[in-house]
């Protein structure tokens, strides 16, 4: 058995984890980082880019499909699988090559071990069959999250289930697609297959769709979304079995509905789980709960109860979003390096978005937290809001959330044109502590998407026990 000793251990050189390294070096600790392959990282292999690259190529095909609505005919139009999917892998591996690039030089400089980590002891790791890590400081894990297959698919092992990781590999989009699960995977993908041109069936078990939670929103989401695709809500899959058509599918519903039917293909998209159950944690000391999460995990500091151990991005199962795998890596990082002494790491506020038409996004405070005696709720809907209507994109909700007593912004969630972009700037004015009064006081031009947020903020304030200005 060979043996190293580091500073600080980082398994993973995903996104959390190549960043975590490199903030642990710049603390001045001498950090490696393990990763059993394949690199590149989930974001720009299977996740976040090929899955906006498919949405590009959707969105050209419904551009092309609408286009008849402004006084130009296009027809119908014709989507060749393998070129769309052809790009999509092409750009796809771009972006991995940088990260590749990335990882190869890391290697050469002796700060990336190819092999499989498990824990011997809290700071002592077992790298495949002949290496052995000892982190003199604290090891970070950043092993990321899997997809998670209900136990009836799991079972059936057929090559016509596949889930996200595998999606962008199809070279042929089939006529019919069932999309089990409504999260941020099932809607953006079962979108962009429909506007590709397969029939699809999305199918969840509970009543949301991309994670809202504003009844408003909710329904204005299902809705947009039902023009493209049959969406059955509050629906638990109940058997599956290999037909030689297809995989046959039963649900049934909190209603007593049943559906069922045989597709070509199904799609799961029925959330992701952390990688932690090879890790071996117990023997690092960490104590787990009967789902196999960490018990004492302190999502401030990353650190898993007083263990020099730290857990960044999807690894840590809160907020498996690109951008906090980034924010984990550098908390997890630094304070790997400065164990014991560790702070809590500096956190911004919520957001997340969903790249369906209309977008979906959630910004700050969350409808479910509001207390509805002390907040108010301002909305708009885009079926007449101009900019919308113009571009014929009129559909969606947006409704803010402030503090009556105090004027201040809280939260958002909407289902809305450019709402990416709206997204953003409730979450900066958030984040910057801005009253709803004084967003209003900021420019807005004419015409433009933001003037319903603007709609919505004077709902709001209209609402307000203080601040009544121009
Ligand atoms: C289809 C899809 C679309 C998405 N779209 C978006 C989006 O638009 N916006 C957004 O913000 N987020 C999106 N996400 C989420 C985002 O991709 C993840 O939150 C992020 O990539 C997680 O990064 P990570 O570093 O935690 O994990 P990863 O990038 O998965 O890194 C984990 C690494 O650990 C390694 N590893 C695992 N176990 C071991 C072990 N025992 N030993 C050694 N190495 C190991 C793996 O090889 C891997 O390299 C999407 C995800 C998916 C699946
Ligand atoms: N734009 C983005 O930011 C983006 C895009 C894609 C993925 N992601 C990330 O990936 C993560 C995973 O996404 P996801 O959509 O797979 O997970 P999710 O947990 O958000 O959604 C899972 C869905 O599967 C359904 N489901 C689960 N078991 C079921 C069963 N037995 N029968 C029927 N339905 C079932 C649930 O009802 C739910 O609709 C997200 O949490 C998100 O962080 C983000």
């Known amino acids: 058995m060979r043996e190293q000793t580091v500073d600080v251990a980082v398994i993973g050189a995903g996104t959390a984890g190549l960043n975590a390294r490199r903030a642990a070096e710049k603390a001045g600790a001498h950090a490696v980082a393990i990763d059993a392959g394949p690199l590149g990282t989930t974001c720009a292999r299977v996740g976040c880019m090929p899955s906006k690259l498919l949405i590009a190529a959707a969105e050209a095909a419904h551009a092309v499909r609408e286009a008849r609505q402004f006084g130009v005919h296009a027809g119908e139009p014709r989507v060749v699988a393998s070129e769309v999917m052809g790009r999509v892998r092409r750009e796809r591996d771009r972006f991995v ?92 993908l079962g979108q962009a297959l429909a506007r590709l041109g397969a029939r699809v069936t999305l199918a969840c078990a509970d009543n949301k769709v991309a994670g809202i939670r504003d009844p408003s929103v909710l329904a204005a989401a299902k809705s947009a979304l039902a023009r493209e695709m049959t969406l059955h809500t509050r629906t638990k899959l109940e058997a599956a079995e290999n037909r030689p058509d297809g995989v046959w599918v039963r649900f049934s519903g909190d209603d007593g509905e049943v559906f069922e039917g045989t597709w070509p293909l199904i799609l799961a998209a029925t959330g992701r789980a952390p990688r932690l159950a090879a890790l071996e944690l117990e023997r690092a000391g960490v104590k787990l709960d009967d789902k196999g999460k960490p018990r004492d995990f302190d999502s401030a500091t990353l650190q898993c109860g007083e263990l020099p151990l730290f857990i960044a991005g999807d690894a840590a199962g809160h907020r498996p979003l690109l951008h906090e795998a980034i924010d984990d890596g550098q908390i997890a990082g630094r304070n790997a390096a400065a164990a014991p002494e560790v702070r809590p790491g500096e956190r911004r506020v919520p957001l997340s978005i969903v790249f369906t038409d209309p977008q979906i996004a959630a910004v700050g405070r969350r409808f479910d937290s509001l207390d509805l005696s002390t907040c108010a709720i301002g909305q708009v809907d885009f079926a007449d809001q101009g900019r919308a209507r113009v571009m014929a994109k009129n559909h969606g909700v947006l409704r803010v959330y402030g503090s009556r007593a105090t004027g201040a912004l809280l939260g958002a969630e909407l289902a809305a044109p450019a709402g990416e972009h709206l997204a953003h700037l409730l979450a900066w004015a958030i984040q910057s502590g801005l009253t709803v009064e004084q967003v209003l006081r900021l420019p807005f031009y004419h015409p433009v998407v933001e003037e319903g947020l603007r709609t919505a903020l004077l709902d709001l304030r209209s609402q307000m026990s203080v601040g009544t200005g121009p």
Do not use: C, Y
């Not at 894990?141 to 059936?156: C, D, K």
């Not at 999309?179 to 995977?185: D, P, S």
């Open 97 to 188: 090559g940088f990260l590749l690039d990335e990882a190869q030089g890391l290697a050469e400089r002796g700060l990336l071990i190819h092999g499989r980590a498990r824990f011997e002891g809290p700071n002592v790791l077992a790298v495949g069959d002949d290496l052995r890590v000892t982190a003199r400081r604290a090891v970070v894990v950043a092993v990321g999250s899997a997809p998670r297959h209900p136990p009836i698919l799991a079972r059936l092992e057929s090559p016509r289930v596949i889930d996200s990781d595998k999606v962008f590999e199809l070279d042929a989009f089939p006529e019919r697609v069932l999309v089990i699960g409504a999260g941020a995977i099932g809607v953006e």
